[in-house]
């Protein structure tokens, strides 16, 4: 099995999205799954999901143990959880390199998002991260409208 420290420095720099149960999720999957055999030889051979997993649990592994966040915002709800965040991380192997990602749950209605950016330079990232935000405040914004309806 391929190490996480060999994804991510192959994902460097690039931006990745996934997800099931929206429309276009098997779309945004496929070219995940496309994307990252083509950067990463090593997993071509493995089946579809088995990649998605392997560079879900790279990412999960990279913030827990060689990040340090920058920035972070949480919204939650009755089955709904949309998270944003930034890191600066650093590992021998590959460097220093910044990790934004926006995750959103919905479980009423079955749905999973997640997509993160791998960059070199903190302002990308920091850039991401704050059109990230602003994505939420906006789903926030019309959300309230939606109540006052």
């Known amino acids: 099995m391929v190490s996480f420290i060999v994804l991510l420095k192959k994902l460097l720099p690039g931006d990745y999205y ?20 083509k950067r ?7 089946e579809d999901r088995k990649v998605e997993e392997m560079v879900n649990e790279a990412v999960e592994w990279a913030v827990n143990n060689i ?5 972070h915002r949480v919204k939650r709800g009755v089955n709904r959880l949309h998270e944003v965040g930034v890191f ?15 995750e959103e749950s919905n479980g009423d209605a079955g749905t999973w998002h997640f997509g993160f950016s791998l960059r070199r330079s903190r302002e990308e990232a920091e850039r991401d991260y704050r059109e990230a935000v602003e994505e939420m405040e906006e789903e926030e914004e019309m959300e309230e409208e939606e109540e006052v309806w």
Do not use: M, N, W
């Open 40 to 46: 990463v030889p090593e997993v071509a051979h493995e």
């Open 67 to 71: 990040c340090k966040p920058l920035g």
């Open 88 to 102: 600066q991380c650093h590992h021998p192997e590959i460097g220093t390199f910044y990790l934004t990602f926006d």
């Open 18 to 37: 996934t997800g099931f149960g929206y429309p276009g999720s098997e779309d945004d999957h496929e070219s995940f799954v496309r994307e990252v055999k």
